[in-house]
């Protein structure tokens, strides 16, 4: 059985900072890539960034391009999305995703496993 488990999501402030983690069990993790995609209240869930199986290759949405870092440890099954300089814009539910790929995939519609989400609340 496949899981993929968010944490890390709080209330900040704008200018601060979050790192999320997504801890994955019951897959091949070093032949996924991994992805994280965000979706705010009444809006359609949108790519944030993803990176390759091994690391070496990444992409980010120009809205967080600058802030937002994606990064993976294959040792730990674990990927992260360092956030930096949030703003209340980047309020969402954040959500990890996994697929079997060989590049980077940034269409959610192209994942084929999810996690539950975690909150990330940014006042102004």
């Known amino acids: ?3 993929l488990v968010e944490s890390g999501g709080g209330l900040v402030q704008a200018g ?4 999320l983690s997504c801890a994955v069990s019951g897959l ?3 032949s996924a890539c991994m992805g ?11 790519f944030v960034a993803a990176i390759s199986r091994f690391g070496s290759n990444t992409r980010n ?3 967080v391009k600058g802030r937002f870092t994606i990064s993976r440890d294959n040792a730990k099954n674990t990927v992260y999305l360092q956030m930096n300089s949030l ?3 980047d309020t969402a ?11 980077v995939e940034v269409s959610p519609e192209r994942y084929d496993y999810w996690g539950q989400g975690t909150q990330v609340t940014v006042s102004s």
């Open 1 to 3: 059985q496949v899981q």
């Open 16 to 19: 601060d900072s979050l790192r």
């Open 28 to 30: 091949i993790f070093s």
């Open 36 to 46: 994280w995609f965000r979706q705010a209240p009444g809006k359609e869930r949108e």
């Open 61 to 63: 949405a120009e809205s």
């Open 87 to 89: 703003k209340p814009e």
């Open 93 to 103: 539910v954040y959500y990890c995703a996994a697929k079997y790929s060989t590049i």
